[in-house]
Structures are given as C-alpha cells and as structure tokens.
C-alpha cells in the first residue's frame, strides 16, 4: 500500500482502512482484499497470493459446480500446462489476437530449449488433437470434459488482483456433440449455472445474453454471457462465458465421427469457463469502508463468536458459552468459529472480522450470560439483535439466510438504477456520462458498433457493447437504432467495461508521484 497522506479512520484498535469506497475506488479495493487476507501481493507484477480466505470461497463455488456439471455427466480430467508451438499455432485465426498474451518457456537451466513451449492461456489446442484420437463413432458421443487448472495470459495493463491477474484459476469446459441441438442446449444450461453462481452464491445480480459479432470469441460461433456491473465504477464486467463453437475446432482438429448410417460427420463443440475474477467482483459489489462482506453462501466463518470478558465478571463461564454457541451453531451445519485470543481486545476483534467480511457477530458478556442469550450484529447492516440460546440455532440460519438475500436486493436495486433506456445518440452520451449501462435499440451491424467504440473512445476506455440480453422487451414497429437510425432488431446492452478501467492503477501511481515531488520539495526547502 501506499503510504503517505492517508485519510485516517483508523479506531483506536488500530485495524481500518485509509481510502473510502466512494472517494478512491481503486486504492480502497487493493486495500481491502489485503487487509482482508484474501490476497498478498507478490514480487512479479500482475500474480498474486490467494490466501485461505479467498480459497475457500472458490472452494465453496467449486463444490457447487463441480457437483452440478457432474449431474450433467460432465467428467473432469486434467491435460498439461505447457503447448507445444505447432500445436499451438495450428488453429492461427483463434490465436491470432491473443498472440502478445502468451507465456513461453525458452530455457531449462542456462541452456535454449530447441524449441520453445508455450504455457496454456487456454486448452482449446491442448485438448482437441485428443478429442480427434477419442472420438470415431457416434458412441464416442457425446464427449463431456472439464478441467479445474490454472492458467497464464500475460497480460500488459492494469494487472488487478481477481479481475486481471497474469495467472488465475479457472474451470474450464469442453465438450462434443453429435448435433448442433445438443451443444446449443448445454450453453444455456451451463450458463444457468453461472448466473446461480453470481446471483445464489455471490448475491449480485447479472444480465444473461449473447455477444455481439465483434465481442465473441472469435474462434466460436456465438457466444453468451453473464453480465455484472460495478456501480462505483459504472462499468460492466463479464463474469462468466458459455461458447458454442460450432464445428471451427472440429474442423482444424479434424474431429470427426460416422453415424448409425455410416457417414462421416463432424463434432459439435462447446467451451465454458468461469474463473477466480469473481471473487474481485463480489469484493467490488459489496465491500464497504469497514472491508469486505461476505454473502453467507460464500463465507467460511459464517458466524464468528466474541467473548466479551468483564474485569470481575465470570470469564470462564462466558469462554464456556461461547464453546457452546460454536457446538450449537455447528450442530445444525452453520460454519462457526470463536476467537478466543487473549491478547486482542473485543473491539479489535469486531474491526478485524468486520474487516474480512464475516456475515454475522455473537458478541457473549456477563449480561447474555446472566440472560442466557447472545447479541447478534450484522456485518451488511451493522444491525444488532439478542437472541435467546433456547432458541439460536433457527434464529442464526434465518438471519445469515435473509442477510445473503438482503445483500442481493440491495445489489439488485443499486445495479438497476444504473441502467438506463436510451432511444437517441444523445440520451445514451448522457447516461453514459453518468456512468450507467445503457439498453438501447439497435440495428447490430458491425459498422455501426466500430462507429460506437470510435465516438466514445476517451481516456478512461470506449463504449461497447456488453451484450444482447436474452430477455428483450417487445419493439414497436418503425424502432430505430439509437447509433445509426436504421431498423433496430434488438435491445443492445452497453456500456463502459472495467477491464478498460485505467483509474485503477493510473490514479494510484500519479499519486505515488505526486506525493514524492512533495517529499523532495520538502526535504529540499529544509536544508
Ligand atoms: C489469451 C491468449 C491466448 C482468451 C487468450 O472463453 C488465447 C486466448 O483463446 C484465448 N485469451 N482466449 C479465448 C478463450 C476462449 C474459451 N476457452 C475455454 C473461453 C472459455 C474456456
């Protein structure tokens, strides 16, 4: 972290911190999934540590997924790191953009290797030369696989802990099928997934849709997606894709098949994949200037239980309490912990859980234990409630439930008063000038959404479009394109995308600067 001219809300616990969310959106975020313990930076720009706090939220969303693609008879498996370069470059057209963006290893020891391998930014070429040795017949079909890996792009700008990392972790999912109507089912299915990931999981709302001719992977037929939105920053950001490639790869990778009838056909494919970004994004959506907050659904301490010894009162008797709180609470499969560290105060307790974002206190003192109950406090409402221990274990599990979906309307309600109807050039440069996402009618022709960007292009990134929502409203004959004033075909989402964020980094290194011509100019004035 930067130091320097900090802003102190600093307690007297010592815990805190120094940037707000409204006033320094991108120093507060790489503040808090510090202090949080989520992430510890590391010493090669753009990778970066995630510690047990963050794993065990992708942990969470593992388990879920995991078990639900396995519903789908989706199978894991797991294919090597490293590409040879002829494979690599074997499907050139899908590479081609990407190319600045791969890792390679040149070296073993002090000498070349002889021929350079690259390290896997994604598997399409990794796996489908295997797809062609597997797959013959039509009982070969379908061929569902899925792999939970790491992956390496090495990205130039902006590098962001989640949300653009050089390395991250991902699911990814490739699968053939005998006809097109099964891949185009399986996308949507998967996708379903995705949004119940963000939406049950993450509590923030998302818009399900298809890219744009321009915006999908270029090496697929179409592409959907799940859209989010960061109202701090008023952009968009994908969470999450579902492609259906059509029969590109199958084409390259010669991945073929004979039917019942004896002829030949060619696979139908899919890739889908979601990664550790959205952890960044519940981070972004929900944090506040106490840390993080954690949705239930995702927290590993679900409920964190504070003695709140007092200089004569009965200190055993509250420690017991608490153990017996923890038991309750664990009995009935809520994930709660105590902390029972004597040489931190309770007030430096509730900052430092408050900080990690733990959904719900129990603070225990002489009094709930004189009462036989416990004080209960939000952490997304800072409300607090004294529950009886008769009756704990079904008063906790309706709070952490109607917390997670406290935190999803109030995502869902700020998320919508960010997103604006515009029918002309100009209602859409005012909404976008006061950072919203934008659903706007639209002729969908590739020059007009060149045109879009090209007009829009400023400093802080260009308007795109984010994606085609599949959830259109009807559109009265004679509606024209907001952009071109041709026929509009369908109601576009658009809007400004994080990942064009330069704010982030840009606004903390002129600072860095700024503070350090005020050092010297100090130093200087002094001698
Ligand atoms: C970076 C370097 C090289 C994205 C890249 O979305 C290649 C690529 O192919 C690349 N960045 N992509 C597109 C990935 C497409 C697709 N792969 C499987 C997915 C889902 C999982």
Redesign the pocket.
């Known amino acids: 972290m930067a130091g320097g001219k900090k802003k102190e809300v600093k307690k007297e616990t010592g815990l805190g911190l120094s940037f707000k969310k409204e006033e320094n959106f991108g120093e507060w975020y790489s503040e808090v999934v510090v202090n949080g313990e989520m992430i510890e930076y590391y010493d090669i720009s753009g990778c970066y540590i995630l510690r047990p706090w963050a794993m065990s939220i992708w942990e969470i969303m593992q388990v879920f997924f995991d078990a639900e693609i396995k519903k789908m008879k989706i199978k894991n498996c797991y294919f090597p790191l490293f590409v040879s370069s002829s494979v690599l470059e074997k499907e050139k057209d899908?590479?081609e953009g990407?190319a600045p963006?791969?890792a390679w290893v040149t070296k073993s020891g002090k000498s070349d290797l002889e021929i350079p391998i690259a390290i896997r930014?994604?598997s399409?070429t990794v796996m489908y030369p295997y797809f062609s040795k597997w797959i013959r017949g039509h009982r070969d079909l379908p061929l569902k696989l899925n792999q939970w890996c790491n992956v390496v792009?090495w990205e130039f700008s902006n590098p962001t802990p989640f949300i653009r990392s050089r390395e991250f972790l991902w699911q990814?999912g490739h699968t053939a099928f005998a006809t097109k109507q099964e891949a185009d089912e399986e996308v949507l299915q998967i996708l379903e997934l995705y949004r119940r990931i963000y939406e049950e999981f993450l509590a923030i709302p998302i818009i399900k849709g298809k890219k744009s001719e321009m915006e999908k992977?270029a090496?697929g037929l179409y592409t959907t997606s799940v859209e989010a939105f960061i109202p701090n920053t008023g952009r968009g950001i994908q969470g999450a894709?579902s492609?259906c490639l059509g029969q590109n790869f199958a084409k390259m990778f010669e991945i073929n098949f004979e039917n019942e009838k004896g002829e030949k056909g060619m696979a139908w494919q899919n890739?889908?994949?979601y990664s550790t970004r959205t952890i960044g994004v519940m981070v972004m959506v929900h944090g506040d200037d106490k840390g993080l907050v954690l949705p239930p659904k995702v927290s590993s301490v679900q409920v964190i239980v504070v003695p709140v010894p007092f200089k004569d009162a009965n200190t055993q008797g509250i420690f017991d309490a608490c153990a017996a709180t923890v038991d309750t609470l664990c009995g009935a499969g809520i994930r709660a912990e105590a902390d029972y560290r004597e040489n931190y105060s309770p007030g430096w307790k509730y900052s430092h859980w408050e900080m990690k974002g733990v959904p719900l206190r129990i603070e225990i003192g002489p009094k709930d234990l004189a009462n036989n109950q416990v004080r209960a406090v939000r952490r997304d409402s800072a409300a607090k409630v004294d529950i009886s221990c008769d009756s704990l274990a079904g008063k906790v599990k309706d709070m952490l439930d109607d917390i997670q979906k406290s935190m999803f309307d109030a995502a869902t309600q700020k998320r919508d008063a960010c997103i604006q109807v515009a029918k002309t050039w100009d209602e859409f440069k005012e909404a976008l000038s006061q950072r919203k996402m934008i659903l706007a009618p639209w002729c969908d022709e590739e020059e007009v959404e060149k045109d879009v960007k090209d007009r829009t292009r400023g400093e802080m990134g260009a308007a795109k479009s984010l994606c085609s929502p599949f959830d259109q409203p009807e559109l009265p004959e004679g509606t024209t394109c907001f952009a071109s004033g041709k026929p509009a075909k369908k109601v576009d989402l658009l809007g400004k995308e994080l990942l064009d964020y330069q704010l982030l980094v840009r606004s903390s290194s002129i600072f860095k600067l700024f503070e350090l011509l005020v050092l010297m100019y100090f130093s200087w004035s002094t001698h």
């Open positions: 899908h590479i990407f963006e791969v930014p994604t399409e792009r990814e992977f090496g894709t492609h890739s889908w994949a």
